[in-house]
């Protein structure tokens, strides 16, 4: 069981594929206060390798994934 995590903020990026989910990530943190936390959620098989690269090459920090009835879900925090 996972520890249940906290977020300021949700994305729901389902039925989108790349790069849609990173680029509405992208949006969705630039709202963000640095430190808090976005939940995104995606369908796209893609994000496994792109929500890793886009956090490494941005400076955030990907705090949790986890894969709930083939829905990916994120957590990431803002640089």
């Not at 990026?13 to 680029?23: E, M, N």
């Not at 690269?53 to 955030?60: D, R, S, V």
């Amino acid at each position: 069981m996972q520890y249940r995590m906290n977020w300021n903020a949700e994305l729901d990026a389902t039925g989108l594929l790349c790069p849609l989910p990173v680029l509405k990530a992208r949006k969705r943190l630039s709202a963000l206060q640095s430190g808090q936390i976005l939940r995104m959620l995606t369908t796209d098989p893609a994000a496994i390798i792109d929500v890793p690269h886009f956090c490494a090459e941005q400076g955030h920090t990907l705090l949790q994934q986890e894969t709930s009835d083939s829905v990916h879900i994120y957590y990431l925090q803002k640089a």
